[in-house]
């Protein structure tokens, strides 16, 4: 029912989704990068129903999930989490992953908008415990694309995988960032 709306607010603000996942796409990790701004929610969840990511749910911090429009984000697929405590995410999400068929998640590896010089590896861990490809997903404001790369299988090396993609995710321009310099 969004997917034409999300349609719409595209083709007004000249964004375009580029779709290189194999179909159907089964379990996997969205790994969103750059995440500068908060608009990148809504270039999100527009770019989710465009790609028809039907079961694709994201975390976010547990803030955003109180009153008065916490409902909100429950109903857009969040999933809160509280990053002050030691909540074991990574694996509720493994869990989810082997139980719940079709499951997919989006995440912001960044864990912020802020520049950063290294990322969360969560999602490498949950990828790895899930045994679930990544599917590396660029917001370049730049070009007003979002870009769903091919999968991408983690290996036993996850440093050598993070720097891999945050080699990356380098050419792409956030919101509020030039081109990635981590």
Known sequence: MFRPLALFFFR???W???DHRPQPMGQCIYVVVP????WDFLVGICARSIGRLRNTKYLAKKELFAWPIGWLFKALGGYPVDRGKNTNVTEQVVHYFKTIPDFSIGIAPEGT???VSRWKSGFWRIAKGANVPLILTSFDYG???VIFREPFHVTDNMDADLAWMMDYFKPFRGKNRSKRSS
């Open 12 to 14: 007004l603000f000249g």
């Open 16 to 18: 375009k989704v580029i």
């Open 35 to 38: 995440h500068s701004s908060n």
């Open 113 to 115: 908008r802020k520049e």
């Open 143 to 145: 070009r007003k694309e």
